[in-house]
């Protein structure tokens, strides 16, 4: 799977947008972008996933650029709930590799 | 439907000694994977599994035994604890494929003395 880049660690003020962005310069064609938060010690949770079109839940929004080696994941209006590691993930068939994600603050 | 069920939640072990972690999804995933993560760092992958019979060696596999012999069970067994096995571990399951989106139990919080 390809290997995907994301800082450390963030600052987002509450009621602001939060963009958190990755880069994944080495994705292949038919891998798919997904995103993943985990909160606190607790498992995992699956925001949205993209392969090239932007994508929009309830949760989030995932803008990908047009050549895919990079993508955001846009909270419309951050609360203090959004605190959290965020993972980008990029998923071929089998391997899932995690990187360090961003930890995400929220500042009130 | 439970989702991803991890067993035991908490566990203390001597070096040396042998454990089981449990692993069970109800959703008939063929994927199903274990990670550990430890303080400050991300999820790292130890052992995967695409159906039943089959498994493969994730990023960190020494240490770790797995077993695939129904798509419900992915269990995990460390046969001689070493402290550096202390760990959370998380087992996660998902329809196989690009497009599947995987679904993490609760963790097992492991401490090996």
């Known amino acids: 799977d390809a290997k995907t880049t994301q800082p450390p660690s963030m600052d987002c003020a509450e009621g602001r947008a939060a963009n958190l962005p990755c880069n994944h310069s080495?994705?292949?064609?038919?891998?798919?972008v997904y995103w993943y938060r985990q909160i606190h010690s607790q498992g995992p949770q699956y925001i949205i996933h993209?392969?090239?079109n932007n994508e929009t839940n309830e949760m989030a929004s995932l803008i990908i650029t047009e050549d895919r080696k990079s993508s955001t994941l846009i909270l419309p209006h951050a609360t203090l709930r959004d605190t959290a590691v965020y993972y980008c993930?990029?998923?071929?068939?089998?391997?899932?590799?995690f990187g360090k994600g961003t930890r995400l603050h929220i500042l009130p | 439907n439970a989702g991803v069920t991890q067993t035991p939640k908490f566990q203390v072990l001597k070096t040396g000694q042998s454990m089981t972690l449990q692993c069970a999804q109800d959703?008939?995933?063929?994927?199903m994977s274990w990670y550990r993560q430890d303080p400050g760092m991300g999820l790292r992958l130890i052992h995967y599994?695409?159906?039943?019979?089959?498994?493969d060696q994730g990023e960190v596999p020494n240490g770790y035994n797995v077993s695939r012999s129904t798509t419900e069970d992915f269990p995990l067994r460390l046969l001689s604890a070493a402290p550096s096995q202390t760990s959370v571990y998380f087992c996660?399951?998902?329809?196989?494929?690009?497009?599947?989106?995987?679904?993490f139990g609760e963790g097992s919080r492991l401490t090996v003395l």
């Open positions: 993930i990029v998923r071929g068939d089998d391997k899932i590799i």
């Open positions: 959703m008939n995933h063929e994927y």
């Open positions: 993209g392969l090239k």
């Open positions: 996660a399951s998902s329809y196989q494929g690009k497009r599947g989106e995987l679904f």
């Open positions: 080495t994705i292949s064609g038919n891998e798919y």
């Open positions: 599994s695409v159906g039943a019979g089959i498994t």
